[in-house]
């Protein structure tokens, strides 16, 4: 990728992206948005038990320093001096939860990934404690008491973690989701490192309050956290501290958003009723209502957008939440081994074209929005002796396209202005397939800009902006103009119906196939009570993957 010399002269700004499957750091021109460079490595998934996801945490943190470190090489390589680089951002996974030694720096266990399920159980025992007339979990945090959130993981590690509770007694543990263990780890560590976060990753912790935006008594006493453990709460774009090593030693660290907040900012979505779904490990469909909470009768999230500097106001959405999108695609590849890469879905979909009447639900971790149900699990149905791996790999590309129907039917009905288009964003997007799918079943217009990286361009954007850096605007007269690629409905309306309710039907099967004791210590007796529909349809994919992997045609 060539740049200019123009580039080279004019301040950059890099931004760490650090998601579920992957980190990157990627640099920015800052009067342009161009991007100019990037790094980019896989992190390792761990499934220790059935329901259990973790990453090792030092990992991801090595992640950071080796993009950060090959991001400058290639740059130096172009000729663009890395000393252009005038700030950092960092947009994360969300609700990951990592808790460590402040006087080591070294994690106590794994990070307990958003998507792990183990808690399930600490779920429903303390939903019990909620009163009917009275959810003031909901109320404050506007999130429903479900796995998906810190809290429950961090009482989880705090219930069955020796270390962990040996460190909090002897006031060594420090908690945080993965923006805080990177900007303490890249601000020193146990040498000064700066312990905190912003309002949109708090807003996902369900122990703050979205309102009062401080960290809530009530909700601490409740889920029995110990206030000292938890993070400075900052705004998503000022001056946290500066980086302590490597090729960009002295950079200030200036912004901080979540995966989902950063894509809204990125998008430019700073008006009240502009909306945009990012396609990535999940998939996260956020409706910016301006500076009011608007709390959701169908099933979606209240939660905190962003809030651009330490004296601006904060900025709230409504959002529809999808555990499982692109993890799909890498499960099909690394679990039934029926693609070698993740872009060969979209050559096998095309070979096809339909499904040939099957249907894929992928609630490996239940569902999300807008049903919150957690005793979900994947499904496919309509299999005949016809479906072959194009079928299946047809059928999870419309997965991800039904999925998004779902939460955008809710966002619909809960703003009261159904969207005229949709924004799209994140490394799905490149699949063509897919974004025509996702036309085709919402029956409007897609719309995706020609740049996809509009995360960490988000995170670069508050870096650039926060005070004390001032290279970035983002007045509305000086935002870049971005380019879009644009998908247009090409099925007609009641074909979009048909398909739609026949998935919906398919969701309904997917539901109750597991208990709370499964689901806690994937106990195989539990099979026992399982109807037998869970045996003939696991079969079916085990022996479809076991043929397609053998060779077998």
Not at 204 to 221: A, G, H, K, V
Request: negative net charge; proline residues 4%; contains cysteine.
């Amino acid at each position: 990728m060539a740049a200019s010399k123009k580039a080279v002269l004019e301040p950059l700004v890099g931004a760490v992206d650090q998601g579920t499957s992957s980190t990157r750091f990627l640099v920015f021109n800052s009067k342009t948005a161009e991007l100019l460079s990037h790094h980019q490595v896989e992190i390792k998934q761990e499934f220790p038990k059935e329901g259990w996801v973790e990453q090792d945490a030092k990992e991801i943190r090595q992640s950071v320093y080796e993009c950060i470190e090959k991001t400058c090489e290639k740059l130096g390589k172009l000729n663009i001096d890395i000393s252009n680089i005038k700030a950092i951002g960092v947009s994360n996974q969300r609700e990951t939860t990592v808790v460590w030694d402040k006087l080591t720096g070294e994690p106590l266990y794994n990070a307990v990934v958003w998507l792990d399920l183990r808690t399930q159980s600490t779920v429903e025992t303390l939903s019990k404690r909620i009163p009917g007339n009275n959810n003031f979990v909901k109320s404050k945090t506007g999130l429903p008491l479900s796995t998906y959130f810190s809290a429950v993981k961090l009482r989880w590690l705090l219930d069955n973690v020796g270390q962990v509770q040996k460190a909090v007694e002897e006031d060594r543990a420090l908690f945080g989701t993965v923006d805080s263990w990177l900007i303490w780890s890249l601000t020193g560590g146990p040498n000064g490192g700066v312990h905190c976060t912003d309002v949109t990753n708090a807003s996902r912790t369900m122990l703050f309050n979205i309102q009062s935006l401080q960290w809530d008594n009530e909700l601490c006493e409740f889920f029995e956290i110990p206030m000292k453990i938890l993070p400075n709460v900052r705004s998503s774009s000022e001056i946290y501290g500066l980086m302590k090593a490597g090729a960009l030693e002295g950079v200030p660290i200036s912004g901080c958003l979540g995966d989902q907040s950063a894509a809204l900012v990125g998008q430019m979505c700073f008006q009240d009723g502009q909306a945009k779904n990012t396609y990535g490990t999940g998939c996260f469909l956020l409706c910016n209502t301006g500076r009011k909470c608007v709390f959701s009768e169908h099933g979606l999230l209240t939660t905190v957008a962003y809030k651009l500097g330490r004296d601006k106001p904060v900025y709230y959405a409504l959002e529809g939440s999808v555990a499982i999108a692109g993890a799909v695609i890498r499960w099909l590849r690394d679990n039934l081994g029926i693609i070698k890469s993740s872009e060969e879905i979209e050559k096998l979909a095309k070979e096809v074209g339909t499904s040939y009447g099957c249907y894929f639900v992928p609630a490996f971790s239940g569902l999300y929005a807008p049903y919150w149900e957690p005793s979900a699990r994947g499904i496919i149905c309509g299999l005949t002796q016809f479906t072959n791996k194009c079928h299946i790999a047809f059928a999870a590309l419309e997965a991800v396209c039904f999925q998004t129907r779902e939460i955008l039917d809710a966002m619909n009905r809960d703003c009261g202005i159904p969207l005229s288009h949709l924004q799209v964003d994140g490394g799905m997007t490149s699949n063509k397939i897919l974004m025509q799918l996702q036309a085709d079943i919402l029956h409007i217009p897609v719309v995706k800009p020609s740049m996809p990286e509009t995360t960490a361009l988000g995170a670069a954007m508050a870096a650039g902006a926060a005070e004390g850096v001032g290279i970035w605007s983002l007045e509305a007269g000086d935002l870049s103009a971005v380019t879009m690629e644009r998908f247009e409905p090409q099925i007609k309306a009641e074909e979009s119906e048909i398909r739609y309710s026949t998935w919906k039907k398919a969701v309904m099967k997917s539901m109750g196939w597991v208990t709370t004791q499964f689901a806690q210590s994937g106990d195989p007796s539990i099979f026992c009570s399982l109807p037998l529909g869970f045996f003939i349809v696991n079969s079916m994919v085990m022996l479809i993957g076991a043929r397609y992997i053998s060779g077998v045609p």
